[in-house]
């Protein structure tokens, strides 16, 4: 459980404190490295998760409308975050929102940042990464499913962009970078309290293995949300890249690599 808390903590404390070295993530390598990110975890989500989650219950059809509310919560809470949780920066939406941009059609999205208040884009924020953190909670009785090494890489690798698209937008809404750092913090510490308090209720019996598979639906969906919008917008008006389709084949591939290995 440490290294499961050291991780969650520490990486998008570090990814967040990045602005301080790369203040602009124009480099076309930040959006390679997002998409590398969607990809393995779509992949993990669909060849690791899935699975077992459909092997272990047998209410099949409640996982799937856990997997579904999950999905949209997701798309309710990036409303209020503008779609951080994929690397969406201010002033510099992606993919076919920067077309629709350029063009004059779509100009809503690309100040939503603005004007979003810094507390309410936290608290958006927190509650995805609360939800992430519990979901690496394990039963006492462990099963396939609770391997959660492929997981735990997958969520880092999404959340460390996540907290560098977080502090680029508070550093340009509060007008400092060192006044954006205590909302970094916050975000950092909301998956590890998640895991902890998720792990107490499953200890004390107040959450139970259905529930915790129901749990990892939720987030199931959230997942399929974050990781296929990431891959979509990469390819605006869907034209083919190479560079890019060969980033998300290798990390769809090294995610079924790590579901092999670990």
């Known amino acids: 459980m440490t290294l499961k808390l050291s991780v969650l903590f520490f990486v998008p404390l570090f990814a967040g404190l990045l602005i301080y070295l790369i203040p602009s993530s124009k480099n076309s390598n930040f959006k390679l490295i997002l998409v590398f ?8 989500t669909v060849t690791h998760i899935l699975p077992e989650l459909y092997s272990q219950h047998q209410q099949v059809e409640l996982i799937g409308l856990f997997v579904l509310a999950g999905f949209f919560l997701q ?3 990036e409303f209020f975050t503008a ?8 002033g510099r939406p992606s993919g076919i929102h920067q077309h629709d941009h350029d063009h004059g059609h779509d100009h809503s999205h690309s100040h939503s940042h603005q004007s979003v208040s810094a507390l309410v884009l936290l608290l958006a924020l927190c509650v995805h990464a609360f939800l ?21 890489l997958g969520i880092a690798l999404h959340r460390a962009p996540a907290a560098f698209a977080l502090m680029a937008v508070l550093a ?8 954006a750092i205590p909302h970094l913090i916050v975000f950092s510490l909301t998956a590890p309290f998640g895991l902890i308090l998720s792990t107490y209720f499953v200890q004390t019996e107040m959450l139970s293995e259905a ?3 129901y749990l990892y639906a939720l987030v199931c969906g959230n997942f399929l949300h974050i990781s296929t919008t990431i891959v979509f917008e990469s390819s605006p ?25 670990i």
């Open 237 to 261: 008006e869907h034209r083919f890249n190479a560079k890019k389709t060969a980033v998300a084949v290798f990390g769809a591939l090294t995610a079924v690599a790590v579901e092999f290995i």
């Open 75 to 77: 798309q309710l809470l």
């Open 37 to 44: 990110a969607g990809s393995y975890l779509f992949a993990i």
């Open 172 to 179: 340009s809404q509060l007008h400092s970078k060192s006044k």
């Open 83 to 90: 779609g951080i949780e994929h690397g969406h920066l201010p």
């Open 132 to 152: 992430e953190g519990g979901m690496l909670a394990q039963p006492v009785r462990a099963g396939s499913i609770y391997d959660m090494d492929a997981i735990l």
């Open 211 to 213: 529930g915790l598979i």
